[in-house]
Structure formats: structure tokens, C-alpha cells
């Protein structure tokens, strides 16, 4: 049936289907008659089958082709749907955002889950603070009680996520959305359970920065203070052989070998304080990130423009 469809729309294409009113043939005409049931069937059955690249042109084929039918604003949004699982996230974006702009009810099904499908496109694309931004005009816009409280907890969910990014602490505002949820909401979200987890991640224990950077000056010492053991005993070896030689070198009247030593030396000795400040920082995020994963799933994710891993929120919710 599949190979069928794929032939009948070539062929009908071949013999000239280039405007919306081109599927009907003249009945005098020899050739083929497509209904708008079965170009939909053939993009919705490549979009069951995950075949999202060909789905997204064989909707925007329908559309074309058949501008007046009911199932129109279905198949725009499955379009963009189908672009953004096939991974093309920028063109899933504007495609969503046309969908809204024309959209003459802002509250309608496709209109509201289209803006929610362009902020996941932006979030995939790494830019999550305009992730937010969508989903912040929308909620000046919307009057559904429903949507505003999915869009508190969308928010709450970025922010409980970039929380999880190194020098980033957002539970301020992870904690201020889940509370502008409606109470009955609140209750089907489990929201006292959320903000408990932020509680305790807000208050969970701390190494100080300043502190490691001063234990430090005994080299392994700031190490030591942030529980990394390994790196401590290593740190305290390293730079102390290497102070050792150079001192053994001044003292056997070798300047120019004391002088590359200490050179050397200084260098290493630096990165153990500076090595040991931000262990301390690793230190306060990994003790957030584990008190926060015992409520939300965290897993491996990678930003495409600064080609860097970061730990994605999957769900908690």
C-alpha cells in the first residue's frame, strides 16, 4: 500500500498537480484522482513510521494542495512536529511561530501547543533563555488557567535544569513559578514534594571557595578540604618534589636548573590553588545536583552551539 501511495503521488505530480484546485481532473482527462484523505493517510503514516523527513514534505504537500480541508491547522502543526524530531529545530521554530502569528485564537489547541513546541525547539538548539522568553510573551497572552499553570511548571523545570549548569543557581526562580500554580494543580503536580527538594538542595552542605584556596598554600590541602582524596595525594606529591628538586638544585650550586624548576614549580603550584577553588565549586554543585536528583531524572545532554555536556531535566513532574 505504501509503495502504491508513493507511485500515485509522483505520477500525480508529474502530470501537473501545481495548484490547490489540480487534484480534480477534468472528467473528459485520463488520469489520476488523489482525495485529500489519501495524501493525509500517506504524510500521517510516514509520521507513524518515524519517517519524519518525508512526513513534514508530504504534509506540507496537503496543505497545498488542499488549503480548505478541515484537518489543515493538523497538519501545519504535524509538519513542524515532524522537522523537529527529524532534528531540523530552527526551521521547526519558525514554523511553529507562524502557526501562532496566524492563529486568530491564541488559546486554540494548535496555537497553544505550538508555542510549547517552539520553546522545546529553541531549548534544543541550546538557547534556553529564549525558551523562556516564548513561553513568558505566551503567558501574557493566554486567558486558560490550565495553559498558564503548564507554562509555571515548564519554567520551574528550565530553571531547576540550569541550576544543574556550573555557576548557575536559578531555584530562586524555580521555587517562585511552582508557587504561582493553582492550587488544584499544585496538587496534581506534587509541588509540595518540588519545592521540598529545592529546600533542601538550597541548604544542602558547602565547601567554601575562599577557604580551599587558603588550605591550598600547603599544597593537596584544598583538595583535602573538598573530599578528593586522590587528587590531594597527588597534588601534595607532585608539588612537593618538585620543590624538593629545585631546592636540591640551588643547593648543589645549579642556578640555571633551580631557576627552570622553580619556573616549573610555580605553574603547578598555582593550578593546586586554583584547582582547589574550583573543586570547592564542583563540590557545592554536585551536592545540589544529588539532592535535586533524588526528586527530578537528570541525564546526559549536549548543547550543539558551544558543543559542550550538560545535565538534562527528562521529567519529575
Known sequence: MKHLLVYLTALALFLGLSSPDAHALSKDRPGLF?????????????????????????????????????????????????????????????????????????????????????????????????????????????????????????????????????????????RKNLMLISPEKQREYNVTKQLEAIDNAVNAPTKSPVLAGILAIIPGGGMLYCERYKDAFISFCFNTGLIWAAYTAFDHDNPALGGVITFVETGFYSGNIYGSITAAHKYNKAAQVKILNKTFDFEPGFNPVNKSFFLRLTHGF
Request: charged share 25%.
Open 34 to 174: 488523489i482525495t485529500a484523505d489519501m495524501q493525509f493517510d500517506y504524510a500521517q503514516t510516514l509520521f507513524e513510521q518515524k519517517d519524519f523527513t518525508a512526513a513534514q514534505v508530504e504534509f506540507k504537500r496537503f496543505i497545498h494542495f488542499f488549503p480548505k480541508d478541515p484537518r489543515h491547522d493538523r497538519a501545519d502543526y504535524t509538519a513542524g512536529v515532524a522537522l523537529f524530531r527529524s532534528g531540523q529545530h530552527y526551521e521547526a521554530a519558525k514554523r511553529f511561530d507562524t502557526i501562532i502569528r496566524q492563529s486568530k485564537d491564541i488559546d486554540s489547541p494548535w496555537a497553544r501547543q505550538s508555542c510549547f513546541m517552539q520553546s522545546q525547539a529553541f531549548e534544543a538548539m541550546g538557547n534556553t533563555g529564549y525558551a523562556q522568553v516564548v513561553l513568558q510573551n505566551y503567558l501574557k497572552l493566554t486567558r486558560d488557567t490550565d495553559t498558564k499553570d503548564r507554562i509555571y511548571l515548564e519554567l520551574a523545570r528550565m530553571h531547576i535544569q540550569n541550576t544543574a549548569t556550573p555557576g548557575k543557581d536559578e531555584l530562586a526562580g524555580a
